[in-house]
């Protein structure tokens, strides 16, 4: 299975962006699909889950009312739509298949050790 993730790019405090993370090779309805992101000197953290219908959503607390996942099974696509972007966002982003947790860790990758090249994101004015 393969995960891609794009839509990343340089943007300016308060901007927006959206990801964009297309499956293949994968059942993409049987799994949740979540977003982490790592920046430099921090390892990496759970950002957003979406359930396999998209219907069960999770956020990290500093991402809440800015970022909202969801998810087209028919396209294997999951998405972030990224507002109100601050430099504290700046990190690389990856998507992976995911168990969704209520928690403070948001989500835990079914396939540790498995990631994708990723997409970057950097908030500066």
């Known amino acids: 299975e393969q995960l891609q993730e794009s839509g990343g790019g340089l943007v300016q405090p308060g901007g927006s962006l959206r990801l964009i993370c297309t499956a293949s090779?994968?059942?993409?309805?049987?799994?949740?699909v979540a977003w982490f992101r790592q920046a430099p000197g921090k390892e990496r953290e759970g950002v957003s889950c979406?359930?396999?219908?998209?219907?069960?959503?999770y956020y990290a607390d500093s991402v809440t009312g800015r970022f909202t996942i969801s998810r087209d099974n028919a396209k294997t696509t999951i998405y972030l739509q990224m507002n109100n972007l601050k430099p504290e966002d700046t990190a690389m982003y990856y998507c992976?298949?995911?168990?969704?947790?209520?928690?403070?860790?948001?989500?835990?990758?079914?396939?540790?050790?498995?990631w994708g090249q990723g997409t970057q994101v950097t908030v500066a004015s």
């Open positions: 992976a298949a995911a168990s969704c947790s209520g928690g403070s860790t948001v989500a835990e990758p079914l396939f540790p050790g498995y």
């Open positions: 979406s359930g396999r219908s998209g219907r069960s959503t």
């Open positions: 090779g994968l059942d993409f309805d049987h799994y949740a």
